[in-house]
């Protein structure tokens, strides 16, 4: 038997350890945080892909001046 599984004895079913239980909590709350974060960094997030397409559509050129880093 594996160790992170009990039988029911009552029904013969195999009932998981609450560390999955656990684990699975806090996963589902790093996942809503980060979708805040993201949330909240959205226009930064926009703004640096829509800088990425122009640079990879536009010619390249060498213009070290007109440069915005």
């Given at each position: 038997?594996?160790?992170?599984?009990?039988?029911?004895?009552?029904?013969?079913?195999?009932?998981?350890?609450?560390?999955?239980?656990?684990?699975?909590?806090?996963?589902?709350?790093?996942?809503?945080?980060?979708?805040?974060?993201?949330?909240?960094?959205w226009n930064f997030v926009s703004n640096m892909f829509k800088r990425m397409i122009k640079l990879c559509t536009s010619p390249c050129q060498v213009d070290n001046e007109k440069r915005a880093y």
């Open positions: 038997m594996d160790v992170s599984l009990s039988l029911n004895q009552k029904t013969g079913e195999f009932i998981c350890c609450p560390w999955r239980n656990i684990h699975h909590f806090f996963s589902a709350i790093s996942i809503i945080l980060v979708g805040i974060h993201l949330g909240l960094h």
